[in-house]
């Protein structure tokens, strides 16, 4: 049996069960990224960097069907299950191109958007409504204070008037005698929210673009290896097992 032939054939079937894997995997990392997103919403005003993240889970979906297509037409060989393999390939890599590309410009725009959103949610922290949960979560979770720094609540109207104090959640350790104290700044999380915050955010993106990467080098291998058995079958006739 001709090495092309043999070589695509079992690239073809790496790639089919890697869909499956692929799959799992990308499903995880959409939902991650849609997570951490949603539970930073308040700070996030454009809500498009969002899209990466969908095309992601997305191509999951389709990608656990897809994959015993292309185990079934890799193994009989067909022609007609082959080119329709080969355009789910394309059509998923065309895809994850463009899932990569769009989070390469909104993590771009991840600084701007953090810088604005967050003014105007920790101006309107009074510590009962939904933004002063979205505030102690975000200053729990990242162990920050305000938006540059601790500094930044001498802005708010929480701190002046209460007695020149920032929220509990500044403090590093709840168990302490902390009661946001200015004059205290050991007890307190004196980093801000907006660098950590735009870190995380970051990570995130660059985590979901090098997965995205490594499958879109997967599809491009597999669609050179439909080309090649496509080119191998026409110059011959009958069908030939994966191993003859």
Not at 83 to 91: A, E, N, R
Not at 120 to 130: H, L, M, S, V
Not at 148 to 157: D, G, I, Q, R, V
């Amino acid at each position: 049996m001709d090495c092309g032939i043999i070589t695509s054939k079992t690239v073809l079937l790496f790639l089919s069960l890697v869909f499956w894997a692929a799959g799992a995997a990308l499903a995880y990392v959409g939902a991650y990224v849609i997570r951490s997103y949603d539970n930073f919403n308040s700070f996030i005003q454009d809500k498009y960097t969002l899209i990466p993240a969908a095309i992601i889970i997305g191509v999951s979906v389709v990608m656990f069907i897809f994959g015993l297509v292309g185990c079934c037409a890799t193994l009989r060989e067909s022609k007609v299950g082959l080119s329709f393999f080969f355009l789910i390939i394309m059509v998923i890599f065309a895809a994850e191109v463009a899932a990569l590309v769009l989070s390469f410009i909104y993590q771009g725009k991840i600084n701007g958007d953090l810088e604005h959103s967050m003014s105007d949610t920790f101006a309107k922290y009074d510590g009962q409504d939904p933004e002063t949960t979205a505030v102690d979560y975000l200053q729990t979770q990242l162990k920050c204070c305000g938006i540059k720094n601790y500094t930044s609540w001498s802005n708010t109207t929480w701190f002046r008037s209460h007695n020149n104090t920032v929220p509990v959640s500044c403090c590093k350790n709840s168990t302490t005698q902390c009661t946001g104290r200015v004059d205290q700044p050991d007890l307190l999380n004196v980093e801000g929210c907006e660098a950590k915050l735009e870190r995380l955010l970051q990570g995130v993106l660059g985590y979901a673009m090098l997965v995205i990467l490594g499958f879109a080098i997967i599809k491009f291998f597999g669609m050179l290896s439909v080309c090649v058995i496509t080119c191998k079958t026409s110059q011959r006739s009958g069908y030939q097992p994966l191993y003859a």
